[in-house]
């Protein structure tokens, strides 16, 4: 394994870099500005004109549609491997993936519909999300089941004639709360009688079907996350045409399982940009205060925790690398160990860098005027999203122990409960 940056990615490092050095990072507070402008109008979902206005000078700088290898519809995109550094510098700020068109969870929908959509539907709907002139939602978690084990999911999707009809409730639909959010992709049961893994099924559901309502956001940790939002979905009766179900009844669970893959590398390589930026802002604080009679810098207790922060920041991303390594050479199948090691690592990692931060901080890394808190907010979260700990660690474990169970003749011995 080599993780050099090969001259490609490099020239593209140093130009995103100077891009969030002049874009974004001066306009961090222009952005919550304008969602608290807007609030106070009375509507806090209303897109920013500082997004839409940074957009078109992402496109001019070449740094657009980083995240979708081998599509002919996105020649600028680049494999796991060349887009993680990229990804990580763009987790420094958590609104800036959007302005390359790089954010969830647009991206995973993206790949989806490039991987397992029809061409009618890619023409529809992939384009314009190719072109950052619509947003995405994918409907899967549900609230009256456990959602870690996705076989609970309740949400029907029933053939009637030639259409599909669609029942159901979910939540945690990440960017519905958009008002450019036109389409999903939803999650359901089409046959309740089949295995255990072939009752699921995924179809496309344009946002403006009669029968969908949108009931309420949800607040994470007191955030709306406006204008983005996670919100509560209701499908009553909704029909569309059979044509828009994803590769066919029963592949759902196929489906997920290449759609998270990527966009686990995508949420672990934002948390070790967003560490690494805690790690900074730690540094800086420490060495300008004084407390009883030296630095903070100069306390051992803060020596200690920014040692261990480098190390663990190495850590994961050298584990995370080697996912996308992995994914790119041999594939997501055969990389789902390490696949699910850095999605338990990673916003754990960042989690404990980002709260010795707001330890240096005091009171201000609590507030509004650093971005501390809103990233520990993001990154408690990520420890559920995508499958909670709990599952990747299960997972993982039923890995290791299959590398040990043999039978007499020397065949393994494979975990009868099927992990993932």
Not at 46 to 70: H, V
Not at 157 to 163: F, P
Not at 317 to 332: E, F, H, I, S, W
Request: overall charge neutral.
């Amino acid at each position: 394994m080599n993780f050099d940056y090969s001259p490609k990615v490099e020239q593209m490092r140093a130009r995103l870099l100077a891009f969030m050095d002049q874009h974004i990072y001066p306009n961090e507070h222009r952005f919550h500005a304008e969602i608290e402008a807007n609030r106070q109008k009375g509507n806090a979902w209303i897109p920013t004109t500082l997004i839409e206005e940074l957009k078109p000078l992402a496109r001019q700088a070449g740094l657009w549609n980083l995240f979708l290898p081998k599509s002919s519809r996105a020649p600028e995109g680049l494999s796991n491997l060349e887009y993680a550094p990229l990804c990580e510098i763009m987790g420094r700020v958590h609104w800036a993936p959007e302005v390359f068109n790089c954010s969830a969870p647009d991206t995973g929908n993206m790949e989806t519909l490039e991987r397992y959509a029809s061409e009618a539907l890619k023409d529809r709907w992939l384009e314009p999300l190719l072109r950052g002139e619509i947003r995405s939602a994918f409907l899967m978690t549900e609230p009256a089941v456990a959602s870690s084990d996705a076989t609970n999911i309740e949400c029907r999707i029933e053939r009637d004639g030639d259409d599909y009809v669609i029942n159901g409730t979910k939540w945690w639909s990440s960017g519905a709360g958009d008002p450019r959010c036109a389409v999903y992709i939803v999650m359901g049961k089409t046959n309740p009688d089949a295995g255990r893994h072939e009752q699921q099924s995924m179809i496309v559901v344009p946002a403006d079907t009669p029968g969908i309502t949108v009931k309420r956001f949800l607040s994470v940790f007191g955030y709306d996350d406006a204008p983005h939002g996670h919100m509560e979905v209701e499908l009553k009766n909704v029909r569309v045409p059979v044509t828009n179900i994803l590769l066919g009844e029963g592949r759902g669970f196929e489906i997920a399982q290449g759609r998270l893959g990527p966009g686990r590398i995508h949420h672990c390589m934002r948390s070790i940009g967003a560490a690494e930026r805690a790690l900074e802002l730690l540094c800086q604080r420490a060495i300008s205060r004084t407390a009883f009679g030296k630095t903070v810098a100069q306390q051992t207790v803060t020596q200690e925790r920014i040692a261990e922060a480098r190390c663990s920041i190495e850590q994961a991303r050298l584990l995370t690398l080697k996912a996308a390594y992995m994914m790119d050479t041999v594939g997501n199948k055969v990389a789902k160990a390490e696949i699910a090691m850095i999605k338990i690592v990673a916003p754990t990692m960042a989690l404990k860098v980002i709260d010795w931060a707001i330890q240096v901080f005091g009171g201000m890394g609590v507030s509004q005027d650093t971005p501390l808190a809103m990233m520990w907010a993001h990154q408690r979260t990520l420890r559920l999203a995508d499958g909670p700990d709990e599952v990747h660690r299960n997972s993982l474990a039923k890995l290791e122990l299959s590398k040990h169970m043999k039978l007499p003749g020397g065949e393994v011995r494979m975990p009868i409960t099927r992990g993932g």
